[in-house]
């Protein structure tokens, strides 16, 4: 049996409807929602986290965007996962890590939803921009993207930057963000935000103080949330 085969054939044999109906809820499956028409075996991150690393060595980048056409949500997500394995072998070549990269960028339209956003982006988009320089331009080209998912994966890739407390891209990021519409948006930059100041907490309120005005209230409530209460008061009405 071809091994791509035997690996839908192991997820499937994984599913759990009784779980897969409460995610399709939890993922905004409905008509007119983000998520809309994503269907879901119920299967847990860490069991699929485990079928993935099973399966890593043997399936192609092909194989991977075979499975990144999934209307599974699992299946797309363990294609994610094995990339991050690949990706991250001490085997791999850079210009296998350039082409993982590559691959990444013209299937974000099919990494879409914020799980698969949030649990790749910072390993794969993040971990490369980082270490070449001169690709981070591509943080600035996805944050300035029309495609929901491309503006997630920009900003969520800068954790990779805020974990070694590199703020500068997660800044130029977020600022280019502040004046989305979407709540999903709001979140990660506030997200991301909030990772800053658990680190250097002057450069969080440095950004703040300049355009806490103007930020949709989902994004500062998520930027201040370990503040203290009285400190996340004067933010939110205005009297800082």
């Known amino acids: 049996m071809p091994t791509l085969t035997q690996l839908k054939k192991e997820l499937s044999s994984l599913a759990n409807p ?21 269907e879901f075996y119920g299967i847990k991150v860490p069991v699929t986290r485990e079928v993935a ?37 001490k085997n791999t070549t850079e210009g296998e890590r350039k082409e993982i990269f590559d ?15 949030d649990l790749s982006s910072h390993e794969i988009v993040g971990a490369y921009t980082y270490t070449h320089p001169t690709e981070r331009k591509t943080l600035m080209k996805l944050a300035s993207s029309e495609l929901l998912w491309d503006k997630r994966i920009a900003m969520v890739s800068t954790y990779h930057f805020i974990y070694r407390k590199k703020f500068e891209e ?40 300049k355009h806490y005005q103007k930020m949709p209230r989902t994004m500062l409530r998520y930027a201040i949330e370990k503040f203290p209460e009285k400190i996340r008061k004067e933010y939110l009405e205005g009297k800082v």
């Open 53 to 89: 690393k099973k399966y890593a060595t043997e399936i192609t980048l092909n194989e991977a965007e075979e499975l990144l056409k999934s209307k599974i949500h699992e299946e797309r997500l363990c294609a994610l996962l094995i990339l991050i394995q690949k990706f991250e072998n």
């Open 18 to 38: 009784s779980q897969a109906k409460l995610l399709s809820g939890f993922f905004k499956t409905g008509k007119g929602e983000y998520g809309e028409g994503d």
């Open 103 to 117: 691959f990444y960028l013209a299937n974000t339209a099919r990494i879409n939803n914020w799980d698969l956003v």
């Open 170 to 209: 997660p800044l130029k990021v977020a600022r280019i963000l502040l004046n989305d519409n979407h709540d999903l948006i709001h979140k990660a930059v506030g997200w991301m935000l909030r990772e800053i100041g658990k680190r250097d907490i002057k450069v969080e309120e440095e950004f703040l103080l």
